[in-house]
C-alpha cells in the first residue's frame, strides 16, 4: 500500500490501526497509522528540555553545622551533616515529569481508540524512562521499541524508518 509516496508495510498499517510515539527529550508526536494513512493526534513539547540546572529552579541546598562538636563524638547524632545530597537534579525531575505526560497520554489514546500495538521510537534514556511510567495495560500492547530519535523526519518516511533503522537517513 502507498501512502503520501511511500510504501506501507502491512505490520504498521494492521486491521485497525497502531499508535506510534516517536519523541526525544524536547519534542514528540503521537501517531496513529491506519490503512488510510497516518494522522498526528497530539504533538508535545517540554518546556524545560534545553534549559540548564541553574535556569530550572534553585541550586543545592547549603550545608549546616549543627555546632562545634568535640573529638570524643565524632561519628555519633551529634556531628555535622554532609554536604552530599541526592543524585537526581531539578534535569532528572522534569524529564521524569515530561516522560509520565507522554505515558499517561499514550495510556489515554489507547483507552479511546481501537489500536493493534503501540510502537515506541524515542532515545535509549527517554525510552526507558517512558516505559517505567506505562501501566500494564499498555506495556501489553507495545509491540516494538526503536531506540532512535526520529522526531526530524517526515512523517511518510516514519514507517520506512521503523521498520529498518539502519536506513534511516535523518
Known amino acids: 500500500m502507498t501512502i503520501g509516496g511511500c510504501d506501507m508495510d502491512t505490520s504498521l498499517a494492521p486491521r485497525r490501526a497502531s499508535l506510534v510515539l516517536i519523541a526525544n527529550g524536547t519534542t514528540a508526536r503521537l501517531l496513529r497509522v491506519h490503512r488510510a494513512g497516518i494522522d ?27 555546632g562545634l562538636v568535640h573529638p ?17 537534579g531539578l534535569r532528572d525531575r522534569a524529564a521524569e515529569l515530561y516522560a509520565r505526560e507522554l505515558a499517561t497520554e499514550l495510556g489515554l489514546q489507547l483507552r479511546s481508540w481501537p489500536s493493534d500495538g503501540v510502537v515506541l521510537v524515542a532515545p535509549p534514556v527517554l525510552l526507558g524512562r517512558v516505559r517505567a511510567h506505562l501501566g500494564h495495560a499498555v506495556l501489553r500492547h507495545v509491540r516494538r521499541s526503536v531506540p532512535h530519535d526520529y522526531t526530524r523526519l517526515t512523517t511518510q518516511r516514519i514507517p520506512e524508518a521503523i521498520r529498518d533503522p539502519r536506513n534511516a537517513r535523518i
Not at 43 to 63: C, M, N, Q
Not at 73 to 80: C, D, F, K, Q, T
Open 40 to 66: 498526528e493526534l497530539r504533538r508535545f513539547t517540554a518546556p524545560h528540555g534545553r534549559e540548564r540546572e541553574r535556569e530550572l529552579g534553585a541550586d543545592r541546598p547549603g550545608r549546616y553545622q549543627a
Open 72 to 88: 570524643a563524638i565524632r561519628g555519633s547524632a551529634y556531628a555535622p551533616r554532609s554536604g552530599v545530597g541526592p543524585s537526581h
